[in-house]
């Protein structure tokens, strides 16, 4: 009997149940963890439009761990011809950002053929802006609200995902993508 049981034997108390051990199959995993994480095609391309350094810093650092080409532009006028010109398979857009703001980019986006098909996250911190959004998504694929875990950022392009593990947008059709290379 070590010096610790000794004392409770003698107080007659339990230890705290932070001290008590917890029995392995007791341990609740998070859903994330019960089964392997499903990623796009190494080489995917992301565009992220964000105005804040720390926002696009982070969002490269965990789509590059996991494989993504990242591009990147700090306001939605740069992030139109960034997507024009390189075409990304997948859109971070920020709601809020200086000059035009990111509903006015997403209608943009989604008006011109090189970019019409291509996924696009929403992100904001506003809540305001986040209930705005949800109330009447204006073409968006999905919204993740700041601050963000890495677990938020996979699902939602896990639930993107066709079955050759491409980004595409839900009820999107391969034909509208080829017709509209094609012209």
Excluded: C, W
């Excluded at 019409?116 to 919204?143: K, L, Y």
């Amino acid at each position: 009997m070590g010096l610790l049981d000794k004392l409770r034997a003698l107080l007659h108390k339990a230890p705290p149940a932070a001290l008590q051990p917890v029995e392995p199959e007791k341990i609740r995993q998070p859903e994330r963890r019960r089964r392997p994480r499903l990623d796009a095609r190494k080489g995917t391309r992301a565009l992220i439009i964000d105005d804040s350094p720390t926002i696009v810093a982070v969002l490269r650092k965990m789509l590059g761990s996991a494989g993504y080409s990242t591009l990147s532009a700090m306001s939605a006028e740069r992030g139109l011809q960034v997507a024009r010109k390189e075409q990304p398979d997948l859109i971070f857009l920020d709601i809020i950002l200086p000059g035009m703001n990111g509903f006015a980019a997403l209608r943009a986006l989604r008006r011109e053929a090189e970019t019409r098909n291509v996924p696009i996250i929403m992100i904001s911190s506003n809540e305001q802006v986040t209930s705005q959004f949800v109330g009447t998504r204006i073409g968006a694929d999905d919204f993740m609200q700041k601050p963000f875990s890495r677990f938020d950022v996979f699902s939602r392009i896990e639930r993107l995902l066709d079955g050759e593990l491409v980004p595409r947008r839900p009820n999107f059709d391969m034909t509208a993508r080829t017709s509209n290379v094609l012209h």
